[in-house]
């Protein structure tokens, strides 16, 4: 496997030219975020962290899961079959009982006695008032989230503790509104609980752990359970649909670092699911829910169906190749063909939300599509969040909320909104199939450890960058002008 055909791992259906740039077009290994691209470097490098094939990371798709860009198979290991709908066969073969995966049969009909983990990726949220500046800290200095040149990046978290502290005000009013937190670790922990029955259901025994980006549980305890449970096992599942730089990348380049440094986990047999838009059972589910918000409408052939995915800086597309806005609108395009089959015929838009800063995002905006499309003359309209599993502050707050205020205003008369998938049962159970189907690819981590004179070097050159933004951070803090400014992009 090449590092080209290892960015072909990458769900790809129209997505070769956005690949391409991951391993060509963007010479920085650091401040250019992309796991996926970042490995593909990685795998130029031979002596550097990662064996060729060493990490498996699948797109859960019917239609190119194992597969490189030129159609040849990315896997060593062994390749599960499918039967004409895209779900693995796998799930007939589970034929285990006991603790953990005792019995589970993989593709090469081996009988493997594996303790199993299953670890679920996801954001986070303030629980409280009192978490959500800290929580913006984490988010803010997070360098998939404000992407910095390579020089600037010792800038990184005096940045995220100013731009946190002046956000925060507006954040907790937003959070204020919804009960004083987000709910996000509430429905993760269901959906975990969910997706261990539905495993169990199907005959496999699996730990599922949830690891939050930047809020309790942090992915570092879940890993720390996962050693402490001696899994021999994981499947890494993020629970967002699409793959962006900024989610399910900047979850995973937290796994690669804690992972590289870590005898147990760089020998533990991994397979990540990088994306699962696509999956029949996902799209369906989602078909589902619209048909029954439609059936609402007292006419539901003429209601506008207004996709809300959440917005991403252009430059994430543009620049760092991003397949986040390809994904989003090959999964648009399946719901809607879903539907079709169905019988619905109705129009729809996507527009992307909740843009944060000074700089240009995924277009079209929600707001301004609300208004044209009121404007228009659209007088009934469904309002769907696509690129979330769970109610958060996005839909409860700013969708059901100021967007539908705004809807009403532009002469928007009639408008429902599609809840978050959650728990939802075949969705659940299309997850646990897309587990089963990624367990027999898990292969483990190989990695060179750093030498003593290496990390000395690093301590040393973190202390002087810590020391530097410090100082800059302190004159950027006593100059009124530049709080001004920053407030005024920011809110
Ligand atoms: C696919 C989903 C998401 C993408 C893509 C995403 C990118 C992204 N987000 C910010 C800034 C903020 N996000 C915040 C909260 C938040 N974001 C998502 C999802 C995606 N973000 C979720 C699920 C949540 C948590 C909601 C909850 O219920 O707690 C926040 C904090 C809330 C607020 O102040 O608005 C910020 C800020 C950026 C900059 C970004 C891409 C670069
Ligand atoms: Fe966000």
Redesign the pocket.
């Known amino acids: 496997m090449d590092a080209t055909s290892f960015c072909g791992a990458l769900p790809q259906t129209k997505l070769s030219a956005s690949n391409r740039n991951f391993s060509t077009s963007c010479p920085r290994a650091r401040s250019v975020v992309s796991v996926a691209r970042h490995l593909s470097e990685e795998f130029q490098q031979p002596d550097k962290l990662y064996s060729r094939e060493s990490l498996v990371v699948s797109s859960s798709s019917s239609a190119n899961k194992g597969m490189t860009a030129s159609g040849r198979s990315y896997l060593s290991g062994p390749v599960m079959k499918r039967n004409p709908v895209g779900q693995a066969f796998c799930a007939a073969s589970v034929v285990g009982v006991g603790a953990f995966c005792e019995g589970f049969v993989d593709s090469h009909l081996h009988v493997t006695e594996d303790k199993v983990g299953v670890l679920l990726l996801n ?1 986070g ?2 629980e409280t008032l009192n978490d959500v500046q800290p929580f ?1 800290f984490n ?1 803010f200095a997070d360098p998939d ?1 404000i992407r910095l040149p390579r020089l600037f990046q010792f800038l990184q978290k005096p940045l995220a503790k100013l731009i946190s502290v002046l ?1 925060a005000p ?2 907790k009013e ?1 959070y204020a509104s919804i009960g004083g937190g ?3 670790r509430k429905i993760t922990d269901e959906q975990a609980d969910a997706i261990k029955m539905a495993l169990k259901a199907k005959g496999l025994t699996a730990n599922v752990y949830v690891g939050m980006r930047y809020w309790y549980p942090f992915t570092e305890e879940a890993i720390h359970q996962i050693k402490k449970d001696k899994i021999t096992k994981l499947v890494v599942l993020p629970l ?1 649909p699409q793959f ?1 730089i ?2 399910t990348g900047s979850s995973l380049r937290v796994l690669q670092n804690i992972f590289s440094e870590d005898a147990y986990l760089s020998r533990l047999p991994v397979a990540i699911i990088q994306s699962w838009y696509q999956r029949e059972g996902y799209i369906k589910s989602m078909a589902d829910l619209i048909g029954e918000e439609l059936q609402k409408f007292a006419k539901p052939e003429e209601v506008m169906i207004f996709f809300s995915a ?1 917005g ?2 252009l430059t994430y597309v543009e620049d760092a190749g991003d397949p ?1 806005k390809d994904q989003m609108e090959e999964c648009i395009y399946l719901i809607m063909q879903e539907l079709k089959a169905r019988g619905s015929y109705n129009d729809h838009a996507l527009a992307y939300q ?1 843009r ?1 800063g000074p700089v240009q995002w995924l277009k079209p905006y929600t707001d301004e599509v609300l208004v044209e499309l009121g404007r228009k003359g659209v007088k009934s309209l469904l309002a769907v969040p696509v ?2 599993v769970s109610e ?3 839909t409860l707050e700013e969708i059901d909320m100021e967007y539908k205020e705004l809807a009403l205003e532009s002469g928007i008369e009639n408008w429902g909104r599609v809840p978050a998938l959650g728990c939802t049962s075949s969705f659940i159970t299309d997850l646990a199939d897309a587990v089963i189907e990624a367990l027999p690819s898990a292969k483990s981590i190989s990695t060179t450890r750093s030498t003593s004179e290496e990390s000395d070097r690093d301590f040393l050159s973190y202390a002087i960058k810590m020391i530097f933004g410090s100082v800059l951070a302190f004159v950027l803090l006593l100059c009124p002008k530049v709080i001004t400014a920053f407030r005024n992009l920011l809110v």
Do not use: C, M, W
Request: aromatic residues 10%; hydrophobic residues 30%; positive net charge.
């Open positions: 954001l949220g303030p913006l988010l989230i956000r507006k954040s937003g987000s709910p996000l967002y962006s900024s989610t959440h991403v800086p986040y909740s944060v690129s979330f958060h502050i996005e």
